[in-house]
């Protein structure tokens, strides 16, 4: 089983903590002549195919690299206009790899703010007072689940639907909050973890919950 990734959102809804556990990598590499036969646009700073899918490479995919060599969002590691760049038939034949678009912090932080919005409005919906708003959503590819402390504090792991024992690691999480974070003088409240500590008991966890699919007695 799988865990992709770990969010923690303060009470404010704010993103204190993130870390990417697994990213899956479905990219495409390809080697292409002039003309390009993809139609692709930008999209939030990245360059993204807007039409044409062929040989796995997907409508949304976004440009990775080109020649063997990363781009830095909508623009190449020279800092030329990617589209531009397409457009010249010198720069041709020319390999060029696609893939799911990377989440950039910004991004990170708006989709915190997002969850921690849907998770209040989810509580206001409850036809019943104290309710604990929302602790699992689920996709055909992963599951997200939530769980809020008393003091609002948000931990949240997006895993693999069959991942088992995601309640158990969730807890475990805030143990490792409470241990490491909390009782860290240097640590101020509702602010990022920046702890060495809490990370590497944090990757330890998730080894844990992925071997075994759930925490045992003394885990």
Same mark, same amino acid.
């Given at each position: 089983?799988?865990?992709?990734?770990? *969010?923690?959102? @303060?009470?404010? /809804? /704010?993103?204190? *903590?993130?870390?990417?556990?697994?990213?899956?990598?479905?990219? $495409?590499?390809?080697?292409?002549? *002039?003309?390009?036969?993809?139609?692709?646009?930008?999209?939030?700073?990245?360059? =993204?195919?807007?039409?044409?899918?062929?040989?796995?490479?997907? #409508? +949304?995919?976004?440009?990775?690299?080109?020649? +063997?060599?990363? #781009?830095?969002?909508? !623009?190449?590691?020279?800092?030329?206009?990617?589209?531009?760049?397409? @457009?010249?038939?010198? !720069?041709?034949? =020319?390999?060029?790899?696609? /893939?799911?678009?990377?989440?950039?912090? @910004?991004?990170?932080?708006?989709?915190?703010?997002?969850?921690?919005?849907?998770?209040?409005?989810?509580? &206001?919906?409850?036809?019943?007072?104290?309710?604990?708003?929302?602790?699992?959503?689920?996709?055909? $590819?992963?599951?997200?689940?939530?769980?809020?402390?008393?003091?609002?504090?948000?931990?949240?792991?997006?895993?693999?639907?069959?991942?088992?024992?995601?309640?158990?690691?969730?807890?475990?999480?805030?143990? =490792? *909050?409470?241990?490491?974070?909390?009782?860290?003088?240097?640590?101020?409240?509702?602010?990022?973890?920046?702890?060495?500590?809490?990370? &590497?008991?944090?990757?330890?966890?998730?080894?844990?919950?992925?071997?075994?699919? !759930?925490?045992?007695?003394?885990?």
């Amino acid at each position: 089983m799988v865990i992709f990734s770990v *969010y923690v959102v @303060n009470k404010a /809804g /704010g993103l204190i *903590y993130q870390y990417d556990n697994y990213v899956p990598r479905t990219e $495409v590499e390809k080697t292409f002549s *002039y003309p390009l036969d993809l139609v692709l646009k930008q999209h939030n700073e990245k360059v =993204i195919v807007s039409f044409g899918q062929r040989d796995g490479i997907k #409508v +949304g995919h976004a440009v990775l690299s080109i020649n +063997g060599v990363d #781009v830095m969002g909508k !623009n190449t590691a020279e800092g030329k206009d990617i589209l531009e760049y397409f @457009n010249d038939p010198a !720069n041709y034949p =020319i390999s060029i790899r696609f /893939g799911r678009a990377r989440l950039s912090s @910004n991004e990170k932080l708006m989709l915190a703010s997002m969850f921690h919005s849907l998770f209040a409005i989810g509580s &206001q919906l409850s036809p019943e007072v104290g309710s604990s708003g929302i602790e699992m959503l689920e996709t055909d $590819v992963f599951k997200l689940h939530c769980f809020q402390t008393l003091t609002g504090i948000k931990f949240i792991v997006l895993a693999d639907p069959r991942q088992s024992g995601i309640d158990a690691l969730l807890k475990k999480i805030y143990e =490792i *909050y409470s241990d490491f974070a909390l009782k860290n003088p240097f640590y101020s409240l509702e602010m990022p973890i920046r702890c060495e500590l809490f990370d &590497q008991n944090l990757k330890s966890a998730l080894e844990v919950a992925e071997k075994a699919g !759930n925490f045992g007695a003394g885990s």
